[in-house]
């Protein structure tokens, strides 16, 4: 088994001769194929969101009617408020996939092949993103859909205006959910670089996502929560994710966390959300790539 020495690993972090764009593709492609061979993942990614909008919105909805009247108005029903945290949850449990992916690879050995490889460090971290913003977008989708759906049954069938900012929202949407997704991608995969340990990488993702989940606005308002919930979600990337994309469902500033008045209706909430956002993305990713540089394949098992 070799080592990369220091000259290795800074070869390693240059292009591979093929280019960075090539460099990507090749990576992207490698974990596409991968995820399709594996049915159950695929299934199960696709069918979890549709469980949690459908159980949330039976559980929830009637409880929360009322502070969603008072929050934002009375034309504001559980399912076009719970659409947007679904899309942030689904985003979330595809970027934690990323990390045990990861440990897969070593513990296959793929992992080492990869990295003794001439290939782009930075290019092997954003193929692999890009292949859970694949999944991403295509669960965005369905849970856009099937909100639709409930919103159709819920109202008879006078769903009215269901995406508030049009088509232009709805990819505006689905941006949102990707730019989310990569700063837990990144945080997933520097799990999976630390322990090098599948059970590691499943505990410290799930520790961290579902807790951060219920103290957001991801299900209930934020000024029907307790004080302390208030603060915690003033400083949790879930709020500003879930916000982002629920302003872009309502065409509503949404954002209740900080007050934004420099900008003009639902742009209070996109700018200071998507800005939280691109800087958890840089500085995670960036962390990511360096624990990809300094590895070596003499420390893979």
Do not use: H
């Not at 800074?10 to 596409?32: C, E, H, P, T, Y």
């Not at 929360?64 to 949850?89: D, H, K, N, R």
């Not at 340990?197 to 308002?221: H, R």
């Amino acid at each position: 088994m070799s080592t990369i020495s220091g000259s290795d690993s800074s070869a390693g972090a240059q292009s591979s001769g093929n280019g960075f764009v090539v460099d990507v593709w090749i990576n992207l492609k490698r974990w596409i194929v991968k995820t399709t061979r594996n049915p159950f993942v695929v299934v199960s990614s696709l069918v979890q969101p549709i469980i949690f909008l459908v159980l949330f919105t039976e559980v929830f909805g009637g409880v929360v009617g009322g502070a969603l009247s008072e929050a934002l108005g009375p034309g504001v029903t559980y399912v076009t408020y719970l659409t947007p945290a679904i899309i942030i949850q689904s985003a979330l449990v595809a970027a934690a996939g990323s990390g045990i992916g990861l440990v897969d690879d070593m513990e296959s050995g793929m992992f080492e092949k990869v990295l003794v490889s001439p290939i782009n460090r930075v290019a092997m971290f954003l193929g692999k993103a890009l292949s859970e913003v694949v999944r991403i977008v295509v669960q965005t989708l369905i849970i856009l859909a099937l909100g639709y759906v409930l919103v159709w049954l819920d109202t008879g069938g006078n769903v009215g205006t269901y995406i508030e900012t049009g088509i232009v929202g709805a990819i505006g949407i689905i941006g949102v959910a990707i730019v989310f997704a990569i700063w837990f991608t990144a945080f997933s995969n520097i799990v999976a670089l630390a322990t090098r340990d599948q059970e590691s990488t499943i505990i410290g993702a799930n520790l961290l996502q579902f807790p951060l989940l219920f103290v957001s606005s991801a299900f209930i308002p934020i000024r029907n929560l307790p004080e302390w919930v208030q603060v915690v979600a003033t400083y949790n990337p879930i709020t500003y994710g879930v916000d982002a994309v629920r302003a872009l469902m309502l065409g509503q500033d949404v954002l209740s966390v900080i007050e934004i008045t420099t900008f003009s209706g639902i742009w209070n909430t996109l700018v200071p959300a998507l800005t939280v956002l691109i800087a958890l993305d840089f500085l995670l990713g960036g962390i990511a790539v360096y624990y990809l540089n300094r590895a070596s394949s003499s420390g893979v098992r």
